[in-house]
């Protein structure tokens, strides 16, 4: 279990230091070579998170260490694995739309739309991520959940990860997901025969 306490002293020489637990307990000992961050110089009243473990001598000390500011090893790991996980899934699904249009399962025309709704929506990311940052009108998010309802969701999920937004807030990737689930619906209704006889229609009537 992870706790946090405050570098009450440290010998910068000696690579060495003391830190006064959060909870109240005794202070602990903590060495350089504990924390994972070592281009960034621990300073008195910094505040630590750390591992509490024990030397070689049986005494308390502080192992797995994170000075505030810094992101643990394990948790930016895990957010590149998330962000390779939505953009795999992107492309996979790009390729099996490819394939099927190849195979003229669907008509390139479904093909097409899905680049410039998916382009189109990681541009009105990109527009929002900026509007944010500069206070200005943002984007309503039922417009974003829109585009990806139409097709745009690819482009949403690379947007999200190379952008780093809305990546985080929980409603809106519900909501987005829900629009993933129900475009991948519908295309797949579209590989049945009812459903490739209504788009045939729909494509004669253009």
Request: with cysteine; charged share 20%.
């Amino acid at each position: 279990m992870r706790t946090k306490g405050k570098l009450i002293s440290w010998n910068d020489e000696k690579g060495f230091g003391f830190i006064k637990p959060t909870n109240g307990s005794a202070q602990v000992f903590i060495h350089i070579k504990a924390f994972h961050n070592r281009s960034r110089r621990p300073e008195t009243n910094q505040f630590v998170t750390y591992v509490l473990a024990t030397d070689k001598r049986g005494r308390s000390c502080a192992t797995d260490a994170t000075l505030a500011g810094d992101h643990h090893p394990s948790k930016i790991k895990t957010k590149k694995n998330n962000g390779l996980f939505s953009i795999t899934i992107a492309a996979i699904f790009s390729i099996i739309v490819c394939i099927s249009v190849v195979t003229s399962k669907i008509p390139p025309l479904i093909l097409a739309l899905y680049l410039i709704v998916s382009m189109l929506t990681f541009l009105m990311y990109a527009a929002d991520k900026s509007a944010a940052k500069k206070g200005e009108w943002r984007i309503q998010e039922s417009t974003l959940h829109l585009l990806s309802l139409a097709g745009g969701w690819p482009g949403a999920l690379i947007a999200q990860q190379t952008l780093r937004h809305k990546s985080k807030k929980e409603s809106f990737r519900a909501g987005f997901w829900l629009t993933v689930l129900v475009n991948c619906g519908v295309l797949a209704w579209l590989f049945t025969a009812k459903g490739e006889a209504i788009l045939k229609a729909l494509l004669a009537n253009i």
